[in-house]
């Protein structure tokens, strides 16, 4: 069975920082370039960040560039999003991805709650 369960969400004060984590089961993990999505209340789900499956490349939104930094771990099937100097903007449920690759086969997270406020 497929899973990809976030975790590392919370409520922050603007410039904080959290880390968010992503645990995937019942696939092959490396096989997948990984991702992280987010959707804020009104908006369309947006892309954030991504990294290819040996983490040689990696792309982050301007929105989030300098800020945030994405990493994986395939010994541990692990992708996580270190997020720093949180914005409010920046509020969102933010959803891991998974997308194989050749064929693009594709899985979601269930996604985990960003708030910044002060």
């Known amino acids: 069975q497929v899973q990809l369960v976030e975790s590392g969400g919370g409520l922050v004060q603007p410039g904080g920082s959290l880390r968010l984590s992503c645990a995937a089961s019942?696939?092959?993990?490396?096989?997948?370039?990984m991702s992280w999505y987010r959707q804020a209340p009104g908006k369309e789900r947006e892309l954030v960040a991504n990294?290819?499956?040996?983490?040689?490349?990696?792309m982050h939104a301007d929105s989030v560039k300098g800020r945030f930094t994405i990493s994986r771990d395939n010994g541990k099937n692990m992708v996580y999003l270190q997020m720093n100097s949180l914005k409010p903007e920046d509020t969102a449920v933010y959803y891991c991805?998974?997308?194989?690759?050749?064929?693009?086969?594709?899985?979601w997270g269930q996604g985990t709650q960003v708030t910044v406020s002060s």
């Open positions: 990294i290819s499956s040996f983490s040689v490349s990696t």
């Open positions: 991805y998974a997308r194989r690759n050749g064929d693009g086969r594709d899985y």
């Open positions: 019942g696939f092959t993990f490396s096989n997948y370039a």
